[in-house]
């Protein structure tokens, strides 16, 4: 009999595109979508699907790869993959999509690298450790909650005096603030990143934060930052829900945004201004304790803090050392290094955080399936940041606002020159407009043009804009903005990182 | 009068355009205008119908829900103006529609075959001549895609495009070939109107054994949800879709059901044992099972707990009876049930299928591999709570202990779940390694945590030796079952005991060592403990009061953002400036609502 609509189901041959992956428990999938998918259509909206309706999968997967959980359950760096929806796998993205139950999966469109890393037993498997370590955080994690009970309790029935008493109690003890630190390319932001979707997704709230100015957190490289994470992340994002276009627009978002505070660096490495580098760690870390002093579930929950590459010199100890006090780090995961794992022991086994806690080490195995990021994928994701901070990604398309502003209407600062001492003191000075300023990314500053050099660069970042041209005979300036409105208020600030973007406009 | 015909029909046609949501007033308003407008019922018949064929897949639920209402509360004259183009107008939505929504119409469509809901007529809403051609339509359907099970990616585009008819969780029909079977007879359909909003007819699987669980009346919300889960093994009365909606009391629990069930246990265990009477794995199974049946015998139990032993008892019938054949399945080991699926059923949305597809479609019980407790500790001939109770059992009585008054159903083996858990080979000592890990639980606490609640009931507890028959009853004395004299009151839950249980993690030690040991009972805790998940985004919700309400949140906030993100396209957006302090405004930790 015939229905309507429901017969003839086509019996013609699978695409050559699609193939199904199985995976048994612990097994991954990883792999490796290049950035030169994009041929015509990198600004053109790229339909994904945002809800199971109709036209789906299909438009998507036209021009990028799409993976679709058939069954069990999968995920990429912790956050769940919902069954039987298309996920379209971001250009420029070297990540894994992992089962702890055994998944079938089904990639279609455009080829894309990939392998399947079996593992005899889930004890073989790099993930385990990091699972493992996720359940031993979340048992601290209800310590911290339960103490805080405790603590409100004891207050309530001895002391009596309601608020009085409450005030001069000592803040509780938050919960596990969790440092990962490493050689470079050691999986260090994929550690955080898991623990951080893992503990989300047992319906907890942790505070990420991130100190490597070579890449940005939920904002351009270049950057410190911080944001609490309480709902889902990304798996579309080419960062994995780390990258700008979790921030907010002003507009709806299909994965809910996060509210990350944000510092300028303004360079790639740690050591081309260590000084700033501390202060600014220093700030975000207030930030972070005035967080956990208002917010119960960030408290109880604790820290994940992402670190710079390291080695085991002595400046790089020193760095990571003060990132332990100012965070009161009290678990370090040294990510596949003795080495570091030795040094940063002997060197806090007499250290104790400022709750009077002890500091563990953890020494994690680095995954064998870290994959290498050469010069060209990073140079390639920091301008996809920068394009996406602007312009928004394959799902929110946004329109940032061209606006052109003499010379003398804009407060622009800048770093002095580089001198061959990297502790001589720096700060900011006007910086002087001209040509070479094209193409960079400027940081909007929180702060007044009038403030101190100092006050401004330790602001926190409001924003980025894009010069988009100088004309020097006019004197005028073509100003990218995310939000329309003017700049000359707020001052801006010249780094050396990320690297200017000619492509950017035009 | 004419004229006013056609007023009427406009009037009424702009209405439906409005109703997008499944709201029930709306339903209600226009099921009222139709009531009053009788007279111009033809016209009115003739709108509705246009706007069932015309509406775009997401309102059309909502338009063959003012159908629904309108027949149900005004049969004359609309049953009659509707009857002879049912078949039509249902297909018709039938074929545009995504998954979703076909299990609502076909859950819709069993209510038409029975006596409205309160009424005082016994005939049927429609006429069986009207229904059964539908049916046979949608069982050819669901064959016709059963047979495409290996077509091409195209074909599983469209059926994820809704094209296809694709048997979902509550197919009636398994097309293994069981004839399709009348529903139940008692009427599904609660409500007084019986629209969906308010009064889903529960998504009952289609129970093909009298003793599986009685339909219950599940409180819906306004958000149209993927329906809760039905039971993976028809034959056995299963968390059905009473314990995926929480603690709410339920009705279905009968405790002489759980009886009943309890005794066919023990006949079977016996004639096992009467087998084998040297097996002591047999031995010490029954006199488990004989003394749960005395405990619950003897004592007045609350629902909750019941339901626990319930479901422990489902699992274990489901193990025990198809011994020879489970132990062979589960030796073949993950591959092959996880493929099955995906083979079985291309296009299926899993997500809002909780069943496992090839599960719920074969009559026994196949794949031990889907149910929580893995077979092979049974066929080892350890005795462990593991053993008998499943994979964890242990374990939640403990955190049930730990915290009255949060949902048990967690621990039950969410049907959500199609993949198995890890297989056999994978974890040789799954048995020794759960019983180490509860052990570990149950170690003396660290300093540091020894305020925390659930620690004092869980160190009181003497780990029980896992091939200790005696096991079964201290654990349940444990969980409070027995009330025991000398059980410790636990003390007001914290924060994080709704998070999640509290089981095992303290024996984790931030070593590489201790890192390395797998805690299969863990993988679960990721998981089927964290409810079913959302099946836009993948985040999980619980089944208690509190996940529902974030469900609801959750839900209504994916249903905004669809509904903004069309027109802020239009309008263009931009992005926002950061904020400049990481406190939030105010105490609250929930983000403002659009950000959830």
Not at chain 1, 314 to 319: F, H, P, Q, S, V
Not at chain 1, 486 to 493: Q, Y
Not at chain 2, 171 to 180: E, H, K, L, M, N
Request: one cysteine or more.
């Amino acid at each position: 009999m015939s229905i309507p609509g429901l017969g003839q189901i086509p019996s013609q041959p699978a695409a050559p595109t699609t193939r199904t992956i199985t995976l048994q428990p612990f097994w991954e999938w990883r792999f490796e979508v290049p950035h030169t998918l994009n041929t015509s259509s990198s600004s053109a909206p790229i339909s994904t699907t945002i809800t199971s309706s109709s036209s789906s999968g299909s438009a998507a997967s036209a021009n990028t790869p799409t993976v679709r959980l058939v069954s069990g359950t999968a995920e990429r760096d912790g956050t769940e993959l919902a069954q039987n929806r298309a996920y379209a796998l971001p250009r420029n993205c070297k990540s894994k999509i992992l089962t702890y139950t055994g998944a079938v999966l089904e990639v279609a469109g455009p080829a894309c690298d990939g392998y399947v890393a079996r593992c005899a037993a889930p004890q073989d498997s790099p993930q385990l450790a990091v699972l493992n370590l996720h359940f031993a955080l979340r048992a601290r994690r209800q310590a911290a909650s339960a103490a805080a009970a405790a603590a409100a309790a004891g207050h309530d029935t001895g002391g009596g005096g309601g608020k009085a008493s409450v005030a001069a109690a000592p803040s509780p003890v938050p919960g596990p603030r969790v440092m990962v630190c490493g050689p470079p390319g050691s999986g260090k932001t994929t550690v955080v990143r898991t623990l951080a979707a893992l503990a989300t997704r047992a319906g907890a709230q942790p505070l990420v934060a991130n100190v490597d100015p070579a890449e940005g957190l939920l904002a351009l490289p270049g950057t410190v930052s911080a944001a609490v994470f309480g709902t889902v992340m990304d798996v579309e994002d080419a960062a994995g829900g780390f990258g700008v276009s979790a921030t907010p627009s002003s507009g709806p978002s299909a994965v809910p945004v996060k509210l990350p505070i944000v510092y300028y660096f303004g360079r790639e490495k740690v050591e081309h201004d260590a000084p700033l580098w501390r202060d600014l760690t220093a700030k975000l870390a207030s930030s972070v304790r005035a967080r956990f002093a208002a917010d119960e579930a960030v408290r109880e929950t604790g820290l994940l803090l992402d670190t710079p590459g390291v080695t085991v010199a002595k400046a790089d100890m020193e760095m990571l050392l003060h990132a332990v006090r100012e965070f009161a780090v009290n678990i370090v995961v040294v990510m596949g290094s003795a080495g570091i794992h030795a040094e940063l022991q002997r060197r806090l086994e007499n250290e104790k955080t400022t709750h009077g806690e002890a500091i563990t080490l953890v020494l994690l195995e680095k995954s064998d399936g870290v994959a290498e990021r050469d010069k060209e994928f990073m140079k390639f994701a920091r301008e996809a940041a920068i394009k996406e901070y602007f312009f928004g990604d394959a799902k929110r398309t946004l329109s940032p606002f061209t606006q052109s502003v003499s010379f003398d209407d804009v407060a622009i600062f800048k770093t002095p020159d580089e001198t061959d001492f990297y502790d001589v003191p720096q700060g900011l000075e006007p910086a002087e407009i001209s040509a070479e300023m094209s193409h960079w990314t400027l940081a909007v500053m929180n702060a007044s043009v009038n403030d101190p050099p100092e006050t401004i660069q330790q602001a926190p970042v409001m924003g980025f804009v894009a010069v988009a041209d100088v004309d020097e005979d006019r004197r005028r300036l073509k100003i990218l903005s995310p939000v329309s409105g003017r700049l000359g208020n707020r001052p801006m600030v010249w780094g050396r990182w990320p690297e200017p973007y000619i492509n950017l406009v035009g | 009068m004419a004229d006013n015909a056609a007023d009427v029909a406009e009037d009424y046609r702009q209405a439906l355009e409005d109703l997008t949501v499944n709201s029930r007033i709306e339903i209600a308003t226009l099921t009222n205008i139709a009531r009053e407008n009788a007279n111009h019922g033809f016209a009115i018949a003739e709108v509705l119908q246009n706007h069932i064929k015309k509406a775009p897949p997401t309102r059309t639920l909502p338009a063959l829900y003012v159908l629904d209402s309108i027949v149900k509360n005004v049969p004359t004259p609309y049953a009659l103006y509707f009857g002879p183009k049912l078949y039509s107008i249902f297909m018709g939505a039938y074929t545009k529609v995504d998954n979703a929504t076909r299990r609502k119409m076909e859950e819709m469509l069993k209510t038409w075959k029975e006596p409205v809901p309160g009424s005082i007529s016994t005939k049927p809403v429609f006429p069986i001549e009207q229904v059964r051609p539908i049916e046979n339509a949608l069982m050819a359907a669901r064959n016709a895609a059963f047979a495409a099970h290996q077509s091409s990616y195209q074909g599983q585009q469209q059926l994820m495009r809704g094209r296809q008819p694709v048997p979902s969780r509550d197919t009636p029909t398994p097309p293994t070939g069981r004839p399709y079977q009348p529903p139940p007879q008692q009427p599904l359909y609660p409500g007084p109107n019986g629209h969906q909003p308010d009064a889903a007819p529960t998504p009952q699987p289609y129970p093909a054994h009298p003793v599986s669980g009685p339909p219950h009346a599940i409180p819906h919300r306004a958000t149209p949800q993927p329906a809760p889960s039905a039971g993976p093994y028809p034959p056995y009365p299963q968390p059905a879709s009473g314990p995926v909606y929480g603690a709410a009391p339920q009705p279905g629990i009968s405790i002489d059901k759980l009886k009943d069930d309890i005794q066919q246990l023990i006949i079977v265990e016996k004639a096992e044992f009467a087998k084998d009477p040297l097996d002591t794995s047999k031995q010490t199974r029954l006199k488990a099972l004989l003394d749960l049946q005395t405990i619950i015998q003897s004592q007045d139990m609350p629902q909750d707990q019941l339901m626990i032993i319930r479901d422990r008892v489902a699992e274990l019938a489901v193990n025990i009876r198809p011994q020879p054949p489970a132990a062979v399945t589960a030796a073949a080991a993950g591959p092959a049930a996880l493929t099955a699926p995906s083979t079985a059923y291309p296009g299926v949305p899993y997500t809002v299928t909780p069943t496992p597809p090839v599960v719920s479609q074969q009559p026994a019980p196949v794949p031990p591999a889907a149910a929580a407790p893995p077979p092979t500790a049974a066929g080892k001939g350890g005795v462990s709570i593991d053993s008998i109770f499943g994979q964890g059992a242990l374990a939640t009585l403990l955190s049930v202990a730990a915290r009255k008054s949060a949902t048990p159903q967690q621990r039950t083996p969410t049907p959500q779940h199609p993949p198995p858990p890890p297989p056999p080979p994978a974890l040789p000592a799954l048995g020794p390694a759960a019983a180490a890990a509860i052990a570990a639980a149950l170690r003396s606490p660290p300093p540091q945590t020894s305020a925390q609640p659930a620690r004092p009931v869980a160190a009181a507890a003497p780990p029980p030796p896992p091939s200790d028959p005696s096991a079964l009853l201290a654990m349940l004395r444990q969980s409070g079952l027995i009330k025991s004299d000398a059980t410790p009151t636990p003390p007001p839950p914290g924060r994080f005991q709704s998070l999640a249980g509290v089981v095992a993690e303290g024996g984790i030690e931030l070593k590489a060592a201790s890192l390395k040991i797998f805690r299969p009972e863990l993988i679960a805790q990721l998981h089927e403990e964290l409810g079913p998940p959302c099946t836009h985004c993948g985040r999980r919700f619980r089944t208690d009061d509190e996940g529902r309400r974030k469900k609801t949140a959750h839900m209504d906030w994916h249903f905004r953002v669809h509904q903004r993100t069309a027109e802020a396209e239009k309008r263009g957006q931009h992005r926002s400036w950061y904020v400049d302090e990481l406190v939030s405004p105010g105490p609250s930790p929930t983000l403002p609502p659009l950000y959830r």
